[in-house]
């Protein structure tokens, strides 16, 4: 019992995953295999599992980081209006768009290492620092945005939300091609990415280090200010990675609507991996598959006409499983 | 009668056997010193009788009945409480809450202050403390913490109360009247199970004595069965007659490291120091002296206000272990769980930790990381089942040879080693020494703090003490005796 109970902890993400896809194959059978709604799954995870990756660090650190959701906004912001002031040049419109994407990054990126910066030298918690981000970073989003929408003039901004690599010899039921969108790839590759981070490189020994005994890592020659700046400072720019993808789809950015609650959504993802809140462990593939596993519960619900308004209760009832059946596999493997 | 009896107790973990068929058994009113190097498993069969842990097999007997601890709960249900080391109190609350914490008395549902705070009197008074119940747990000393500790023990009726190294922290005019106490519970009928690495001590309190090594019981003795020496050799199998390697006369001193006039607010009001190549320099002091805080600044962990740090008469600015580290400058902490060691990461890990710029070119190699853990396991004797297992896992000798392992690494020209053998056994100890003995020999200036002064004195060519966060003087050679370090430590005027 306690052996399967130690296996289900420490990959109970992946067996409930797993599970679920099986639920689906018996139940949506027909909905479900088709390539498109597999890669509609794919692409609905990709957003907040980009955020996630980085949230992964950031937790690793025991940090948190609560402002991701109004950086989306801010960073789609800031997108489409270098979007549309470059769009009126002469410069060719994916020339614009590049920029685009740069600015969200870049803006992404320096909200990210302002954080970073507070949290590491003004040693001001994290929870703290970033919930001041929280209100800030929508703040300045709604300023921009003028408390509504904000549009693009660059039609051909969508094809970086919709255009993609099609797959040949895989049609959907209507004949066409199924195209695997570039935010998949970015999802994939950021997480790859990331894995290959966390395991060959000093600095994902240095984050586990640092969140395990940041005093013992300081005191083992670590530069642990500089750990928790890049490790905000990445996080940042994956979350102007994500807004420019999510800015791209809709053309436009609802910058009082845009992001709203994917801090929790995730943190989540993060925590239903199996990465500890406390920080000094975590592992890259479990926050791909937390960010996959509660995509996927969204949709079942969708398809079980489950009342929108329950379904927080059911992604409630999911977080906590996933952290009570860790908190007993810590309770087996204490010597 | 025999009161409390383990048969056959085996405690298996992953990495090691930490019991072995343990059979022993434990008398009404005795006190039973249990003693063995670190890592013989005395904490083990400690945490199991305290219901801390559950064995792998074998059982524990209560007055001839079995019983199983499946916590500290079901223990305390049968008497049985343990006086931890680290203590396990709450300093915010009153001495009297602490005492009943998690058993408050009440009436009606509500906490029955005064008839707590006149039981916790009573208590009080019969472990022969002095304070008030209603002071505040902060304010005491360590040693009235235990006090404390011992008095919460009686008010669930302990009739067992198991020690562990309940002298470490202790003064010894406070360990005079802890042993005073011991007797004192001792005839009340209490048991007392207490373990120690200070063999005198155990010689002196304890009516029998049990002897462990890697796991296994060698032998009970009775006081008075053997001296101290037998003693040592029963515990680490060998003779342990020369403790410390022969002292090395330096020929020419090239001064390396000049650290002048630091201060560290609360910590250290002047302290200056200088050492030299392949010299062994031993810093003492009383503790709370500023040895370690001292030592932190020197390598940039604490930071100083005044002071300035000369690396080859070159000033240096050292802000960080990092800039001590790219200085050649290393520091092994006395504080291993605290700052000393990350204990969840594993062995390899650890001891690669202050070097990886070394294994990073820029991806990581780990068989390289690999290789080189094994290297100091060899070399240092490092006596660990799995080199990829937490180092949580490792005994705290092995888990101090980790730790001078991993500075090791560096190469430094200046280790600072402070309290290198505090919770060590004796074997792993002269290991200790003779290893610093090797660094000193190949060039390496060696700083050793500690509090033994037969261990300054046994090591060191020449030492500098401490008193209230100032140096306050410097003996060579032959003058550097106990008597003279502790004149100057404790500021008494020679007459």
């Given at each position: 019992m306690k052996k399967v109970l130690g296996f289900l902890a420490e990959n109970g993400v992946l067996v409930a995953l797993i599970a679920l896809v099986i639920v689906c194959i018996t139940q949506f059978g027909d909905t479900f295999l088709q390539p498109d709604a597999i890669r509609n799954l794919f692409s609905q995870a990709s957003y907040i599992g980009i955020i996630a990756v980085g949230m992964t660090f950031v937790i690793m650190t025991a940090g948190i980081d609560l402002s991701v959701g109004s950086l989306v906004a801010l960073c789609g912001a800031v997108a489409i209006l270098t979007l549309n002031k470059l769009?009126?040049?002469?410069?060719s419109e994916s020339v614009s768009i590049l920029l685009a994407g740069g600015a969200a990054l870049g803006i992404g990126a320096l909200a990210g290492l302002f954080n970073g910066f507070v949290i590491a030298?003004?040693?001001?918690a994290p929870f703290v620092v970033t919930l001041a981000g929280l209100a800030g970073f929508r703040s300045i989003a709604l300023v921009l945005g003028q408390g509504g929408e904000i549009r693009s003039?660059?039609?051909?901004?969508q094809d970086i939300g919709f255009g993609g690599v099609a797959i040949p010899g895989i049609a959907n039921q209507a004949g066409q091609p199924v195209v695997v969108y570039w935010s998949i790839f970015a999802f994939l590759g950021v997480a790859l990415l990331a894995s290959f981070m966390l395991n060959y490189t000093r600095y994902g020994r240095y984050v586990i280090a640092v969140g395990a005994n940041e005093r013992a890592a300081r005191y083992s020659a670590i530069d642990t200010r500089a750990i928790k700046v890049w490790t905000y400072t990445f996080l940042g720019a994956l979350v102007g990675l994500a807004a420019f993808f999510n800015a791209a789809r809709m053309n436009s950015v609802g910058t009082g609507s845009v992001g709203l609650f994917y801090e929790l959504d995730a943190i989540a993802a993060v925590v239903i991996g199996?990465?500890?809140?406390?920080?000094?462990k975590g592992r890259i593939w479990g926050t791909v598959a937390g960010a996959l596993l509660l995509t996927l519960i969204t949709t079942m619900m969708t398809w079980y006409r489950v009342d929108t308004n329950w379904q927080g209760v059911v992604r409630g009832v999911v977080i906590l499983i996933a952290v009570l059946l860790q908190r007993g596999s810590k309770a087996n493997d204490s010597n | 009668m025999h009161r409390l009896e383990v048969r056959d107790l085996v405690m298996q973990f992953p990495a090691v056997t930490?019991?072995?068929?343990v059979s022993l058994s434990f008398k009404l009113g005795e006190v039973h010193g249990v003693i063995g190097e670190n890592g013989a498993g005395k904490s083990t069969l400690m945490k199991i009788l305290a219901g801390v842990q559950q064995p792998t097999s074998g059982s524990v007997l209560l007055d001839g009945q079995e019983v199983r601890f499946g916590s500290v709960r079901d223990a305390l249900r049968s008497g049985i409480a343990m006086i931890h080391q680290e203590l396990d109190l709450v300093?915010?609350?009153s001495v009297a809450e602490n005492v009943f914490l998690g058993g408050e008395p009440t009436r009606w549902g509500m906490l029955a202050r005064s008839r707590m705070d006149e039981r916790a009197k009573q208590l009080l008074k019969s472990v022969g403390a002095e304070f008030s119940?209603?002071?505040?747990?902060?304010?005491?000393s360590i040693a009235g913490k235990q006090l404390v500790e011992i008095a919460k023990a009686l008010s669930h009726d302990a009739r067992i109360l198991l020690m562990d190294?309940?002298?470490?922290?202790?003064?010894d005019q406070e360990t005079a009247s802890l042993f005073d106490l011991i007797e004192s519970l001792k005839s009340r009928g209490v048991t007392v199970i207490y373990i120690s690495h200070r063999l005198s001590e155990v010689e002196r309190v304890c009516d029998r004595l049990s002897i462990l090594r890697d796991g296994v019981l060698v032998k009970t003795l009775l006081r008075g069965e053997a001296n101290q020496s037998e003693m040592a050799s029963l515990m680490?199998?060998?003779?342990?007659?020369?403790?410390y390697p022969s002292k090395r006369e330096r020929n020419e001193a090239k001064l390396i490291l000049e650290a002048s006039e630091f201060i560290v607010p609360g910590f250290v009001k002047s302290a200056s120091l200088g050492v030299n190549e392949g010299e062994i320099l031993g810093l003492a002091?009383?503790?709370?002296?500023?040895r370690t805080e001292f030592a932190e600044a020197i390598v940039g962990a604490r930071a100083r206000t005044s002071g300035e740090l000369r690396v080859d008469d070159i000033s240096k600015r050292i802000r960080s272990p990092k800039d001590a580290m790219r200085a050649g400058i290393a520091y092994v902490s006395e504080d291993r769980k605290g700052t000393?060691?990350?204990?969840?990461?594993s062995v390899i890990e650890n001891c690669t930790l202050a070097n990886l710029r070394e294994y990073?070119?820029?991806?990581?190699q780990k068989s390289n990381e690999r290789a080189a853990a094994e290297g100091w396991k060899r070399k240092l004797d490092i006596r660990a089942g799995?080199?990829?297992?937490?180092?949580?896992?490792?005994?705290g000798g092995n888990q101090q040879k980790v730790s001078i392992a991993k500075w090791l690494e560096t190469s430094p020209r200046v280790l600072i080693l402070d309290?290198?053998?505090?919770?060590?056994?004796i074997g792993a100890k002269r290991e200790i020494y003779s290893l610093i003995h090797s660094l000193a020999e190949s060039g390496t200036a060696c700083i050793l703090i500690s509090s033994e002064l037969t261990e300054i004195v046994g090591m060191c060519g020449r030492v500098i003490v401490m008193r209230e966060g100032a140096t306050v003087g410097e003996l060579n050679g032959t003058d550097a005796t106990e008597q003279a370090i502790m004149r100057l430590a404790a500021g008494v005027t020679v007459a």
């Open positions: 769009s009126g040049g002469d410069g030298f003004g040693r001001v003039q660059t039609p051909s901004f199996g990465t500890s809140l406390r920080g000094g | 930490a019991l072995d068929r300093d915010t609350l119940p209603r002071a505040a747990l902060g304010t005491l190294e309940p002298t470490a922290v202790l003064t680490v199998g060998r003779d342990v007659s020369e403790m002091g009383l503790i709370g002296s500023g000393g060691l990350v204990l969840p990461m990073a070119r820029p991806l990581l799995d080199m990829r297992a937490p180092i949580a896992t490792l005994s309290e290198p053998t505090r919770g060590v056994d």
